[in-house]
Nanobody, 123 residues
């Protein structure tokens, strides 16, 4: 019922910048938190940043001060602005959204995931 489409990945030099976008669509009643995770080859998926519907953001220590998460609730889109990129930032980046799909009093919400977008930082 819910689709998350990521874009903006690619190849960038060390020290460069890149912005990722993720748009949610489908049967959406309300989107709560949205966020970004990343997974490097042979590594566990890790949280990069998360943002509440009110704009309260949290970041992994490894990206704090370099990455900025933001969202446009009208566009149902979450962004990740990545600056001062390092080779260790190379990974597949996934967006996620905690979505309630029904107005029913008995309905809850759950996480949905995008397909992932590759970010590669050249040294």
């Amino acid at each position: 019922q819910v689709q998350l489409v990521e874009s903006g990945g690619g190849l960038v030099q060390t020290g460069g910048s890149l912005t990722l976008s993720c748009a949610a669509s489908g049967s959406i009643f309300r989107i709560n938190d949205m966020g970004w995770y990343r997974q490097a080859p042979g590594k566990q998926r890790e949280l990069v940043a998360r943002i509440t519907s009110g704009g309260n953001a949290n970041y992994a220590d490894s990206v704090k001060g370099r990455f900025t998460i933001s969202r446009d609730n009208t566009k149902r889109t979450v962004y990740l602005q990545m600056n001062s990129l390092k080779p260790e930032d190379t990974a597949v980046y996934y967006c996620t959204a905690d979505v309630r799909t029904s107005s029913s009093l008995f309905a809850g919400s759950r996480d949905y995931w995008g397909q992932g977008t590759q970010v590669t930082i050249s040294s």
